[in-house]
């Protein structure tokens, strides 16, 4: 059933639901790929302390200190900061400007997002210096297309002999990771995010303990 799983999260506390973009699995999908599984290690456990510090604020605002604390900071600053300074580039700022994130903390969250747009305040800022093509443009990040590759032999298959190889056995149940993959390519399911988290574990696991043992 399509959008079963938005159901059955949307049903949830927001603490329950929200681990921010960064979620890739939820603990039933973690238990049942992992060869040695533990219980001890519940987002929820990471999570609290920083909900804690905003259970006064509106969920918006919860979610958006989720994603400062977890996606940004591990996640996508990090990879842009890498990607573009290797190529002596700053894609990070204006944005990041302490000044300006010290203001946009401060704008009501009615003015952030509403039913109709996103990042209202900037949009109607925007308004005054660009065309409205641009002022009102979608949101669009800078994607890899990933979903697409995964289904092409080649890479398909260099995933597949990650899947099956002596460490993925060591630390996988391979049969249940293989089978994500093979959703995928048949067009069952897009796993492309989970397949490339498994996949860039494998590789980084080969480079910094199989390659210099």
Do not use: C
Request: proline share 3%; glycine share 4%.
């Amino acid at each position: 059933m399509k959008g079963k799983n938005y159901l059955i999260r949307g049903s949830k506390d927001l603490q329950e639901r929200f681990i921010g973009n960064a979620f890739m699995l939820t603990e039933e999908e973690r238990e049942r790929i992992l060869k040695k599984p533990t219980g001890k290690y519940h987002h929820a456990v990471l999570t609290r302390p920083f909900y804690d510090k905003v259970k006064d604020q509106d969920e918006v605002t919860q979610m958006q200190y989720i994603d400062i604390h977890f996606w940004l900071i591990g996640d996508i600053l990090l990879k842009a900061d890498k990607m573009s300074m290797a190529h002596s580039l700053e894609v990070r700022v204006p944005f990041l400007d302490r000044i300006v994130f010290d203001v946009a903390r401060t704008i009501p969250t009615k003015y952030k997002v509403n039913e109709e747009n996103t990042k209202y305040a900037m949009r109607q800022a925007a308004h005054r210096y660009l065309p409205d093509m641009v002022a009102e443009k979608k949101k669009l990040g800078f994607p890899v297309p990933i979903r697409i590759w995964l289904k092409e032999d080649k890479y398909y298959q260099i995933v597949k002999d990650a899947f099956t190889s002596k460490a993925a056995q060591n630390f996988f149940k391979t049969e249940e990771i293989v089978k994500y993959l093979e959703e995928h390519r048949e067009g069952k399911a897009d796993n492309s995010r989970k397949i490339w988290t498994i996949f860039m574990f494998l590789v980084w696991h080969k480079q910094y303990f199989e390659e210099t043992a």
